[in-house]
């Protein structure tokens, strides 16, 4: 059996990520379980068990999510609560990967990095089918809203695959904005990296508008994402990635924006129609249904995007939640990958 640390994740992903291994490696695999799930979603994915703690001193939550899917057998499980907010640890958990015939375990996994890193893959096959990654018709930077590790991979992997000249990243808290653009800025030379808090709206909003990829990484329940702010042109492609909201009360995309392009008829790209309808703030609160929503895999049998894009702005809009197959299936492959970086343990 393998324990996969998180530095092991990160070390892996990136010894081995390039605009190649994204397109030709990672992203299969990853659409792969998402059309897997679709296939059969109740049996594949079935109901998470979320439960508070019963022990007097804990304010935490436990999340357990179950996979049996063909190829992928394991279940993940996550736990967090104000109290690991205070103490700056957010959420805790790992992935188990077991034997999808004999049951026997395989591989325990950090879920931190693995998390992070599979939503914005995610994020990313949404972005690559729409926006193809040598597009001549796309605005030249790029804004993300949030700061925490999904931020930094959706902005890593949108670096290798696209020629983008200037990153802004927004958050309440300039000082973290500015950790992450100091760090990025150490990966990538020739690109300019931006910090604003999100009061400086008159600082930003030009730069929202000259961005053909707007990605949504904070837990928000106001609108941080402006309809006022986005570029309206529509000989630019513009793909707003939405992952930060995952209750019915939070929003990060602005409500009015979201009803012009519902009663413009423009669908939404999600990795789940039944689990976003449950949990994702923007399209609950704007009236969604499911024939309004259409899922990654759905958009890959497909060449006709003109149901996902605003005609008269060209914009579109995904929202990720995540699902449990999600990490089963780029968690083992990894394990089969990672060779002699994680800790083997020959008697568990």
Not at 122 to 129: D, E, K, N, P, V
């Amino acid at each position: 059996m393998k324990v996969i640390r998180d530095k092991d994740v990160q070390a892996f992903l990136n010894k081995e990520l390039t605009k190649e291994s994204i397109l030709n490696q990672f992203e299969p695999i990853l659409l792969r379980g998402l059309s897997t799930y679709a296939s059969n979603p109740n049996d594949i994915v079935p109901p998470r068990i979320v439960q508070h703690s019963n022990n007097p001193e804990s304010d935490t939550t436990h999340v357990f999510m179950p996979c049996i899917s063909p190829n992928e057998v394991g279940i993940k499980v996550i736990t967090g609560g104000p109290s690991n907010n205070a103490k700056g640890l957010g959420f805790q958990g790992c992935v188990m990967i077991l034997d999808e015939v004999t049951g026997k375990l395989d591989a325990i996994i950090n879920a931190a990095c693995l998390t992070a890193f599979r939503t914005a893959l995610a994020s990313i096959l949404g972005l690559t089918r729409v926006v193809p990654v040598d597009s001549k018709e796309v605005l030249p930077e790029l804004c993300v809203f949030g700061v925490g590790q999904q931020a930094y991979w959706h902005m890593k992997l949108a670096l290798l695959l696209y020629n983008i000249s200037s990153v802004n990243i927004l958050n309440r808290t300039l000082e973290n904005a500015e950790k992450l653009k100091d760090e990025l800025a150490k990966e990538f030379n020739g690109v300019e990296f931006r910090a604003f808090s999100f009061e400086e709206e008159e600082k930003f909003k030009s730069h929202i508008e000259n961005s053909s990829i707007i990605f949504g990484c904070t837990p928000s329940t106001t609108a941080v994402i402006k309809k006022d702010h986005l570029n309206k042109d529509p000989k630019y492609k513009k793909f707003i990635s939405l992952i930060g909201s995952y209750k019915p009360h939070m929003i990060e995309l602005d409500l009015d924006f979201m009803n012009n392009l519902k009663d413009n008829g423009v669908k939404v790209i999600v990795d789940s129609k039944e689990h976003t309808l449950h949990e994702a703030g923007e399209l609950i609160q704007s009236g969604y249904s499911s024939e309004q929503l259409i899922e990654i895999h759905e958009l890959y049998e497909t060449s006709d995007f003109s149901s996902v894009t605003d005609s008269a702005s060209g914009i579109t809009v995904q929202k990720i939640v995540g699902l449990s197959i999600m990490d089963l299936c780029m968690g083992k492959y990894i394990y089969e990958k990672i060779g002699d970086d994680a800790v083997i343990v020959n008697d568990f």
